[in-house]
């Protein structure tokens, strides 16, 4: 098995530049892939600042890269809620906070839209800080 950075994904992806994008492909057609959480993350926010991919075109590439069958993930279900969420409108960094943090009772924060957006979501509650 390897391993791979976040610039084999965004040029597999986006096909931006051909020489890149076919050693990319090379890869996946021929390896066992292990894609890392911190890999995943920082696709996303390249394929959000740098492409202007917006949540749905993302988590339809993902989902499409993840479900080939010689790619594993660290936790394929901890990410499918990732996606899932961040189609709904959460923030996909504020989505993976959270679903690492389900374990947890409360995730503390002082973003309004993040407490706003994950209301009866889980039972993780996000909520501000209140300590007086």
């Not at 993930?73 to 959270?98: C, K, R, V």
Request: with cysteine; glycine share 2%; hydrophobic share 45%.
């Amino acid at each position: 098995m390897v391993t791979i950075d976040t610039n084999i994904i965004v040029r597999l992806l986006t096909q931006d530049d051909q020489w890149q994008y076919q050693q990319s492909l090379a890869i996946l057609q021929s390896q066992d892939v292990f894609i890392s959480n911190t890999v995943i993350l920082e696709t996303e926010w390249v394929l959000r600042f740098a492409y202007k991919f917006n949540p749905t075109e993302i988590c339809l590439a993902l989902r499409k890269l993840f479900g080939l069958p010689n790619i594993h993930l660290a936790n394929a279900n901890l990410i499918a809620q990732i996606l899932q969420w961040h189609e709904n409108g959460l923030d996909f960094a504020d989505a993976f906070h959270l679903a690492q943090g389900q374990h947890c009772s409360k995730l503390f924060t002082f973003d309004e839209k993040f407490i706003k957006k994950t209301n009866n979501l889980t039972d993780c509650k996000v909520i501000k800080p209140n300590f007086s």
